[in-house]
């Protein structure tokens, strides 16, 4: 019946494993339903980590829960890493979960595989931890400003923009050949381009309150750089991608009036004293957005 798929690199998701086997293993101890009983499988796709303490975590973890890890020798991208999954995935529904998410509740499974009827991709809703760790400010602040776009009613109104990764329940035969587009070779917009291809196809989303916890809560540090990476991203992605996120709405924007060159400038000048901020115990989210818009001009300019 279903395939849990957990993308995985360079982290000890070895939680996640056991929670998913134990909540598994109880529906499939129930009674059956009206589908029969319960069948599951759970595959870890590691993509090339060196991380080898954590590796060996996860594979001991999986060995001992009976979950399958596809190991893949070299880092090819979160795109790449779910495609692989797809295909080795025998079940007729797909749950693809980030390794670095956590069940709130010991019914996950049971209330997330319930909402199957409601449409071909379900997707849940992201609860981050509460506090803000020393040295991780800048991505909490950033997940507490996105918080109202995280509820069931904010996401169903505009459900094909709101595609996220991170906990996405699929019917296999809605989705056909549909696969995540490989160019997202690094970090960033594989769910944006997934969601597009989604309303191209008129297949059915629906955004459920059903919560699933990010534990992931990145590093300054970590942050920027992933931030970076997917403004690297989108400069090869923009093209493709029917409605532009911010950074590269803006710019284009200053483009058409021949002032592109200016957040460029403002990069070389003052990038340096922005990235001081953003790394710093109190970052402004004004900055960050700030940077975001200045680092993809200077890409697209260099």
């Avoid at 303490?53 to 594979?59: I, P």
């Avoid at 009613?153 to 923009?161: K, L, V």
């Avoid at 594989?190 to 191209?200: C, I």
């Avoid at 058409?256 to 070389?268: C, I, Q, T």
């Amino acid at each position: 019946m279903l395939s849990i798929l957990i993308p995985n690199y360079n982290y000890d998701c070895s939680e996640l494993l056991y929670a998913l086997a134990e909540q598994c293993l109880a529906l499939r101890q129930a009674a059956g339903g009206a589908d029969g009983p319960f069948d599951y499988e759970i595959i870890v796709g590691d993509d090339g980590s060196t991380d080898v303490k954590s590796l060996c975590a996860v594979r001991d973890t999986a060995a001992h829960v009976g979950a399958q890890l596809l190991e893949l020798p070299v880092n090819g991208g979160r795109a790449r890493m779910r495609n692989a999954l797809m295909e080795a995935a025998r079940m007729p529904y797909l749950l693809i979960l980030d390794s670095d998410m956590l069940p709130r509740t010991s019914d996950f499974v049971r209330d997330i595989w319930a909402e199957r009827n409601k449409a071909d991709v379900v997707c849940a809703r992201l609860v981050n931890p509460l506090g803000e760790p020393e040295g991780s400010e800048l991505r909490c602040r950033y997940e507490k400003a996105t918080e109202p776009k995280r509820t069931a009613e904010y996401r169903n109104a505009r459900p094909f923009s709101s595609v996220a990764t991170y906990c996405l329940l699929m019917r296999r035969a809605a989705l056909g050949d549909l696969r995540f587009d490989e160019c997202c070779t690094e970090y960033g917009y594989e769910d944006v381009l997934f969601g597009q291809e989604l309303r191209r196809r008129y297949v059915s989303i629906y955004h459920t309150d059903v919560p699933i916890l990010h534990t992931g809560i990145d590093s300054n540090e970590i942050f920027l750089k992933k931030t970076e990476a997917a403004m690297r991203t989108l400069t090869t992605i923009a093209p493709k991608l029917d409605e532009l996120p911010g950074a590269a709405l803006y710019y284009y924007e200053l483009k058409k009036k021949g002032m592109d060159w200016l957040p460029s400038v403002a990069y070389r000048l003052f990038g340096g004293m922005m990235r001081g901020n953003l790394l710093g115990r109190h970052p402004s989210l004004k900055i960050f957005h700030l940077y975001k818009l200045c680092y993809f001009a200077y890409l697209m300019r260099r």
